[in-house]
C-alpha cells in the first residue's frame, strides 16, 4: 500500500494499491470511535477516492485486530450530537453512510474485532462485508440512549430480515462472525491472519469486471429503497449514457449550430 502525498488525516488513514483504495479509522486506543473530525476525514478521503479515476473499489477497515469502529465517541456526546473542536454538535455520520450508499464503486467493509453502534451501521452501508472471524457485531442505541432509525433500522431489515432486525435493536446482543454469516449479515468469514488477502483478492475480482456495470447496479439496489433519490441515482447513469450516443450528442450540436434539431433520423425502436 502506498500513502497519498496529499493526505493530511489526523483519525484516518489513506492508502491505495491496484487500483483500491483503503480508508482506515485510526483511534485504536478508543475501539475506532468516530468524532465528528474522523468522519470530516472520512468524508473526504471517500471523495478523493470517488473523484480518482484510478480507483475502481474501495475498502473501509478499522486500525488494529480490536475493532473496525465502536461508533460515536461517548465522550464528547453532548445533548444533540457529537462536539466538534468548535463545540458544534453533529450527527454527521449521517451524511457519511448517504455517501457511501450514493458512491458508483463498489465499497468493502473489512471487518476484525468490534464493529458495534454506529460503527456497525457504517458496515451495514458498505456494499459487501467480509469478516475476520474475531469479528462481533451488534447494535448499542438503546442501552446508550441512541439509535439509528433511518439506513439504520431499514437497511437493517431488508439485510437480515425484519425480526431478526428488531431482535438485534431491541435486544442490544453481540454476534459473533459465524452468526452474522448465518443472517446475511456478512459475504465470508476468514482466518484473521487472511483478512486482508481475502479481502484485496475481492477486490482485484471486481476490478477486473465492467465499473459501468458494477456502478450502474448498486445504483439499481439502492433504487427502490432510495425513492425519488434512488431513481435519480439510477437514471443519472442513463443520462450519462445517453450522452454518449448521436442522438444525444445531436440536441446539443443543433443548440451550438444555431439550427433546428433532426432526431428523425434516429430511429424509434419497439
Ligand atoms: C466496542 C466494545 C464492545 C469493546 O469492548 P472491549 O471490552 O474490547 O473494550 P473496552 O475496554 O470497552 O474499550 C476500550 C477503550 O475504548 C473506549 C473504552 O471506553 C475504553 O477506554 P478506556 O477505559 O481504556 O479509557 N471506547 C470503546 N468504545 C468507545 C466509544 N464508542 N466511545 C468512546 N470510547 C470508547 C465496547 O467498548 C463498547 O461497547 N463500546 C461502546 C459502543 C457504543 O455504545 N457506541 C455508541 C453507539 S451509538 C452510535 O454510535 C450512534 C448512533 O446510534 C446514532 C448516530 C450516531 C452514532
Same mark, same amino acid.
Given at each position: ?42 468524508? &473526504? #478521503?471517500?471523495?478523493?477516492?470517488? =473523484?480518482?479515476?484510478?480507483?475502481? /473499489?474501495?475498502? !473501509? ?114 454476534? &459473533? #462472525?459465524?452468526?452474522?454469516?448465518? =443472517?446475511?449479515?456478512?459475504?465470508? /468469514?476468514?482466518? !484473521? ?78
Amino acid at each position: 500500500w502506498e500513502s497519498h502525498p496529499d493526505c493530511s488525516y489526523e483519525d484516518i488513514l489513506y492508502h491505495r494499491a491496484e487500483h483500491i483504495a483503503k480508508i482506515t479509522i485510526n483511534r485504536p486506543e478508543v475501539r475506532n470511535a468516530f468524532r465528528p473530525q474522523t468522519v470530516r476525514e472520512l468524508i &473526504d #478521503a471517500f471523495h478523493r477516492a470517488h =473523484m480518482d479515476p484510478e480507483i475502481g /473499489v474501495i475498502i !473501509l477497515t478499522g486500525a488494529g485486530d480490536l475493532a473496525f469502529c465502536s461508533g460515536g465517541d461517548q465522550r464528547i456526546r453532548g445533548h444533540e450530537g457529537y462536539k466538534d473542536e468548535a463545540g458544534v454538535e453533529h450527527l454527521n455520520v449521517l451524511e457519511l453512510q448517504r455517501q457511501i450508499r450514493t458512491l458508483p464503486k463498489p465499497v468493502v467493509a473489512m471487518v476484525a474485532g468490534y464493529a458495534i453502534g454506529g460503527g456497525h451501521v457504517l458496515h451495514l452501508i458498505c456494499d459487501l462485508s467480509i469478516a475476520a472471524d474475531n469479528a462481533r457485531f451488534g447494535q448499542t442505541g438503546p442501552k446508550v440512549g441512541s439509535f439509528d432509525g433511518g439506513f439504520g433500522a431499514g437497511l437493517m431489515a431488508r439485510t437480515v430480515g425484519l425480526k431478526k432486525a428488531k431482535e438485534i435493536w431491541f435486544l442490544c446482543r453481540q454476534y &459473533d #462472525a459465524q452468526e452474522a454469516l448465518d =443472517m446475511g449479515l456478512v459475504n465470508t /468469514v476468514v482466518p !484473521l491472519a487472511e483478512l486482508e488477502t481475502v479481502t484485496v483478492d475481492w477486490c482485484r475480482q471486481m476490478n477486473r469486471l465492467s465499473p459501468s456495470a458494477l456502478r450502474i447496479l448498486k445504483a439499481s439496489f439502492n433504487a427502490d429503497t432510495d425513492g425519488l433519490a434512488g431513481i435519480q441515482e439510477l437514471a443519472g447513469n442513463a443520462t450519462a449514457l445517453f450522452y454518449t450516443t448521436a442522438e444525444g450528442q445531436e440536441g446539443r450540436n443543433a443548440f451550438l449550430e444555431k439550427r433546428q434539431p433532426d432526431f428523425g433520423k434516429f430511429p424509434r425502436r419497439p
